[in-house]
């Protein structure tokens, strides 16, 4: 704070110059104080989106569509619950995306098979395996679809793209039925559809009611042993109706 200047002063002029002076060097003083900058924020939206994203799969298939809540996906995301509605709108949306993003990484890893130039009876064999094999080591997905049916899929109707998601495991199956009846193997008139229904079914009833079922059967379904038979079990029923006659 500058010395006041009292009045009247023995030279006037003197006293006014030292106050300008005073003034300025306070003022040279603030201007030349750095202010204290504050933490930049790092921001990454895609990053943001994928950690939401995981948390609510971890989340929704944990407690169902009903039982989750969004501020336990934004804790676990590490972000507020406003960026959560910014990204995915709602929390039927934000599960939509989830349902849609579960059928995306099945296509993906039905993808990775090579079936082109396998033989019918071993590509087929490869296919049920697959299939079997990510219902086992993917169980948020059967739980996820458990969650959609229990609310009659109105939450998957929102997600337009998943009617396309099957289209290329169906033509994979198509495919090695065509080359099947060809060569005399499978039967003619097997139905790509209702044959991917059986393959599904048989896989995703055992797991989806392991629980119940190793109770009332007094049976473990899940142990190794198992499971292994399971799997040779929907193996010979698929392989025995295509062939058939």
């Known amino acids: 704070m500058d010395d006041p200047v009292k009045w009247p002063h023995p030279n006037p002029a003197v006293a006014m110059r030292t106050k300008i002076a005073k ?11 750095p202010a204290p900058k504050s933490p930049k924020a790092t921001r990454d939206p895609d990053a943001t989106r994928l950690r939401i994203m995981q948390s609510a799969i971890e989340e ?12 336990r996906i934004s804790k676990r995301a590490g972000t507020a619950d406003r960026m959560l509605y910014y990204y995915y709108g709602n929390k039927e ?14 296509l993906r890893a039905e993808q990775q098979l090579r ?9 087929l ?3 049920i395996a697959f299939t ?26 929102r997600a337009r793209r998943i009617g396309a998601l099957s289209h290329p495991f169906l033509h994979i199956l198509k495919q090695l039925l065509n080359r099947g009846a060809k060569a005399g193997v499978f039967r003619p008139d097997a139905d790509p559809v209702r044959m991917y229904m059986t393959i ?3 896989g995703y009833f055992y797991l989806s009611n392991r629980y119940t079922l190793s109770h009332f059967l007094n049976f473990d379904l899940m142990t190794q042993a198992n499971q292994r038979d399971w799997l ?11 062939r058939k006659a």
């Open 23 to 33: 003034k300025s060097i306070s003022a040279s003083s603030r201007r030349a104080r």
């Open 60 to 71: 929704f298939s944990t407690a169902g569509f009903g039982g989750a809540r969004v501020d």
């Open 93 to 106: 949306r934000l599960f939509s995306s989830v349902i849609e993003k579960a059928y995306a990484d099945l």
């Open 115 to 123: 079936l082109d130039d396998a033989e019918p009876e071993d590509g």
């Open 125 to 127: 064999r490869q296919l």
């Open 132 to 157: 079997w094999n990510y219902y086992v080591e993917h169980p948020e997905f059967i739980r996820l679809l458990n969650s959609e049916n229990l609310h009659q899929g109105r939450n998957v109707k």
């Open 200 to 202: 599904a079914a048989l």
């Open 232 to 242: 040779a079990h929907i193996t010979t029923v698929v392989m025995a109706y295509l």
